[in-house]
């Protein structure tokens, strides 16, 4: 038996003192039993800027690229426009908000604090409102990620039961679906630092001996919706299937049994525990549509991504 999962508190981030303060602090213990000179010691060599604390900051380590950054030049590769991924942004939330007025959601989310609904879902999103936004992270003319059309940073947690089939049914245990078949694959960072779902899911389908038609219920997280498209259109490309894939292409996403809850746009994306959402969602959508294999891919920082395929129990 395995437990597994994941949380993030993004409401309460830990706040860094700059490093000058930071060395101070280590060796402060040994300056104080020097006395008052030793205390006026610390502050020797500082800066009226070294008191400012040092704001988190989502970059990855190797590029020092925030990856909004990186999504928005992925995007612009692959031909995605600004109204592209607002009308995938509204599309989310609408989704989410309809998944949650039907109870769809009903059994994957433990209320903590008395509501069950998400905060970041809104119902009334439309285009004439995030059309107006500023790009958040490419500041001129060209950047088309906004913060409506990029996942927001919420607190979240999940976690997810794993067992053999004879260890679940001798607990007394419904089993939901079984774990298939699963990649996991890196890309470029500095080029292709969210593509590695196309990848993954190209290497997840390659192993499993299915096509993308073989696919009932698919999930693709929503980091960005660039990013997301991005990848939908590689997985179309017949271009970059002679370029990346070997000569063989993915195939074209349905988007009438892809993320029909909603996704990481809508009900936010709490690092640790979106995995496990995601694999929850597609377990609990393989038993309600009926459907016999799910395909869930997610991409990562550094350049990595994974693919999984589940099959209805």
Same mark, same amino acid.
């Given at each position: ?100 007025? +039907? ?31 500023? $790009? ?5 003319? =060209?950047? %088309?990620? @906004? ?27 419904? $089993?939901?679906?079984?774990?298939? @078949? ?15 779902? %196309? ?32 990848? *939908? ?8 299937? +002679? ?8 195939? @074209? ?10 996704? =990481? ?8 525990? *979106? ?5 929850? @969602? ?14 869930? %891919? ?7 991504? %994974? ?7």
């Amino acid at each position: 038996m395995v437990l597994v999962g994941g949380v993030e508190t993004f409401s309460d981030v830990p706040i860094r003192f700059s490093k000058p303060i930071r060395q101070r602090l280590l060796g402060a213990n040994k300056a104080l039993k020097k006395g008052p000179m030793g205390a006026m010691g610390l502050l020797k060599g500082l800066k009226l800027k070294d008191l400012a604390p040092e704001a988190p900051a989502i970059a990855n380590y190797t590029t020092g690229e925030v990856m909004g950054h990186s999504s928005d030049r992925l995007a612009a590769k692959f031909g995605v426009s600004r109204n592209d991924q607002d009308e995938y942004a509204v599309r989310s939330h609408h989704r989410a908000a309809a998944a949650h007025a +039907a109870g769809l959601y009903e059994d994957e989310i433990f209320a903590v604090d008395g509501s069950k609904v998400e905060n970041g879902i809104k119902a009334d999103s439309n285009m004439e409102k995030i059309s107006k936004l500023k $790009p958040a992270f490419v500041k001129n003319p =060209s950047g %088309t990620h @906004t913060a409506a059309n990029s996942s927001f940073l919420t607190d979240g947690a999940s976690a997810t039961l794993i067992m053999s089939e004879e260890k679940a049914l001798q607990l007394g245990y419904k $089993p939901k679906a079984y774990l298939h @078949t699963w990649s996991y694959v890196a890309s470029d960072p500095f080029e292709e630092l969210l593509l590695g779902p %196309t990848y993954a899911t190209h290497k997840v389908l390659q192993q499993a001996g299915l096509t993308l038609d073989d696919i009932g219920v698919m999930e693709i997280h929503e980091a960005f919706a660039g990013q997301v498209l991005a990848n *939908t259109t590689a997985m179309a490309s017949d271009a970059f299937a +002679a370029k990346a894939l070997g000569g063989k292409k993915v195939g @074209t996403v349905d988007w009438e049994k892809t993320n029909t809850l909603g996704g =990481s746009l809508s009900l936010g994306h709490p690092f640790g525990a *979106t995995g496990c959402r995601i694999v929850t @969602t597609v377990a609990n959508r393989l038993q309600r549509e009926d459907q016999r294999y799910g395909l869930l %891919t997610a991409c990562a920082d550094g350049g990595l991504a %994974t693919a999984c395929i589940l099959e209805k129990y």
